[in-house]
T-cell receptor
Framework: DGGITQSPKYLFRKEGQNVTLSCEQN?????MYWYRQDPGQGLRLIYY???????QKGDIAEGYSVSREKKESFPLTVTSAQKNPTAFYLC?????????????FGDGTRLSIL | AQSVTQLDSQVPVFEEAPVELRCNYS??????LFWYVQYPNQGLQLLLK??????LVESINGFEAEFNKSQTSFHLRKPSVHISDTAEYFC???????????FGAGTTVTVRA
């Protein structure tokens, strides 16, 4: 079955440490997205990528970095510069342009501070 | 970018009662509208979408939403809820031609027997 796989499901970060969240899709989607979810705040866009080797900052990109070397993969690194990283992180993908195609979501990674 | 307001953060409801979740967005330019549902510790699943045409859209599990351009609203309704409808619901809006979605803060629906 096609879908989006996020790993790990739970992740713990020590102070001063960078951690990388994995997102892989086999839907052949062009666009991929990373969101941060905090209670009562909905989803906030961190980064998105429309095509391979290209990505744009979203609303809350500070303290995060991404790469898009392959169409199916869009890893997110939470750097030590992100002072409040505890949240639920969701990866999504979508085909096509124009906004009329829905985004498909993975099951998320929950990141906590040790 | 759109601003999306979900007017109720928590909606408790008894089983078999109706429920309405309210969603308003900021701009009346051409938009695409979506409702997603999220169960605990899972990602979001598409519930229904409005792209064009009939202003009333329905999902396979009994939900419906009505697009009202003049009021910039896209409220979600279900005439009779089940325990399994307990979840968080998100309204999302995309401007035509935009790669990005704007999400509301979510509405938690708790269905009680």
């Amino acid at each position: 079955d096609g879908g989006i796989t996020q790993s790990p499901k739970y992740l713990f970060r020590k102070e001063g440490q960078n951690v990388t969240l994995s997102c892989e899709q086999n839907l052949n989607h062009d666009a991929m997205y990373w969101y941060r979810q905090d209670p009562g705040q909905g989803l906030r866009l961190i980064y998105y990528s429309q095509i391979v080797n290209d990505f744009q900052k979203g609303d809350i990109a500070e303290g995060y970095s991404v790469s898009r070397e392959k169409k199916e993969s869009f890893p997110l690194t939470v750097t030590s510069a992100q002072k409040n990283p505890t949240a639920f992180y969701l990866c999504a993908s979508r085909t096509g342009a124009g906004g009329n195609q829905p985004q498909h979501f993975g099951d998320g990674t929950r990141l906590s501070i040790l | 970018a759109q601003s999306v307001t979900q007017l109720d953060s928590q909606v408790p409801v008894f089983e078999e009662a109706p429920v309405e979740l309210r969603c308003n967005y900021s701009s009346s330019v051409s938009v695409y509208l979506f409702w997603y549902v999220q169960y605990p510790n899972q990602g979001l699943q598409l519930l229904l979408k409005y792209l064009s045409g009939s202003t009333l859209v329905e999902s396979i599990n009994g939900f419906e939403a009505e697009f009202n351009k003049s009021q910039t609203s896209f409220h979600l309704r279900k005439p009779s809820v089940h325990i399994s409808d307990t979840a968080e619901y998100f309204c999302a809006v995309s401007d035509r031609g935009d790669y990005k979605l704007s999400f509301g803060a979510g509405t938690t629906v708790t269905v009680r027997a």
